[in-house]
């Protein structure tokens, strides 16, 4: 590295992303995608509870969006990047070590989207709602995921001298730890921490999502477009720094475009579409029904059944009382009538 890049001080980076236990490798970048997983479902748990839905309800669509993110990211990875995978120099085995990095977040949104659908329907739940609810917690399981690009020692930005210049050494990614000479990692250079840049910048994307649903109670997916259009600003200005290989048109990296027409669209998205804020019911068997605005139940049927009297448990309710004979009826008022009785004496 050239001397007048030397920085004062530096990040440090890790020399090493994977601990074997055993048979089993511990890797990091594995790990703190879980990290961030988990939080964006506590997240969201609290947030899907108050608005009226069953407690954990979120796990039964993480069960659908996780997988279905983590397929789509890859996807998308591979279809941008196909020179490691395809072609003469290409290994497409290496398509599926997910470990070895490379997830592209706007496949794993895409991807993400399509498996909660698929759980809402299932439930009942209104999916702009749970989109919503989920807009505070995934920029911060992005922020989370972001640490396991540090561990791997990928994904930096230019060459810098700054205090805050991340240390970046040179990786065997297969093998998940820095390349050696006499047992010291090689140092490769120092560069823009854009790892850090975007964790920081996903924490400040929730809390500004959190502070406007709270102020404004953004109602039918606009937190959610509210969240993806703040990302994507932050994603521009921080994918203008990487110099990882990556493909270009019209002089710009394929993800600074991707981000332009996906901030164009939610934020159009965010401007035009207006509603309240969905809230849903729950049976005692777990059953979700969405609530209107008034605070009606959506669903007639439901709103029904609820209505109607509860059956008892007493046999004698269930009999039928007799219909008086109008006969005996009138018979009987004649021979009580005071007026009559004495006409016939």
């Known amino acids: 590295m050239d001397a007048a890049l030397s920085p004062l001080a530096v990040i440090p980076s890790p020399s090493q992303g994977v601990w074997d236990l055993g048979p089993l490798p511990l890797r990091a970048y594995a790990l703190c995608i879980v990290l961030g997983i988990v939080a964006a479902c506590f997240i969201a748990d609290r947030r899907l509870r108050q608005r009226g839905a069953p407690p954990w309800v979120i796990l039964d669509i993480a069960v659908w969006a996780v997988p279905a993110g983590i397929i789509g990211a890859r996807i998308y990875h591979v279809i941008t990047s196909p020179e490691a995978y395809f072609g003469e120099n290409g290994d497409l085995i290496k398509a599926f070590k997910i470990w070895e990095g490379g997830l592209g977040i706007w496949g794993g949104i895409a991807g993400g989207a399509v498996g909660a659908y698929i759980a ?18 995934l920029p911060v399981a992005q922020a989370l995921g972001r640490w396991g690009n ?10 810098t001298d700054l205090p805050w ?16 000479v006499n047992g010291e990692p090689i140092v490769l250079g120092t560069f823009h921490p854009t790892f850090l840049y975007e964790f920081l910048w996903c924490l400040g994307v929730a809390a500004a999502v959190w502070y406007a649903d709270k102020r404004w109670s953004l109602g039918r997916g606009r937190a959610f477009a509210l969240y993806v259009a703040l990302y994507c600003v932050g994603r521009f200005w921080i994918e203008a720094l990487r110099i990882d290989d990556a493909h270009h048109f019209l002089g710009m990296r394929l993800n600074n475009w991707t981000s332009i027409v996906v901030f164009a669209l939610a934020l159009a998205y965010f401007l035009r579409v207006r509603g309240p804020q969905e809230r849903v019911t729950y049976d005692e068997n777990g059953r979700i029904t969405p609530v209107t605005a008034d605070g009606a139940l959506a669903d007639p049927a439901v709103a029904d059944a609820s209505d109607s009297p509860a059956p008892s448990d007493d046999p004698d309710d269930d009999v039928a009382e007799p219909e008086p004979d109008a006969s005996s009826e009138a018979d009987s008022d004649s021979d009580s009538s005071p007026g009559t009785s004495l006409s016939k004496g």
């Open 120 to 137: 809402c329907r299932r439930l009942n739940l209104p999916f702009a709602m749970a989109a919503d609810t989920l807009a505070v917690g």
């Open 150 to 159: 540090w561990f791997n020692n990928e994904l930096y930005g230019k060459e």
């Open 165 to 180: 210049a991340l240390r970046v050494y040179n990786w065997d990614a297969s093998a998940g730890h820095a390349q050696t």
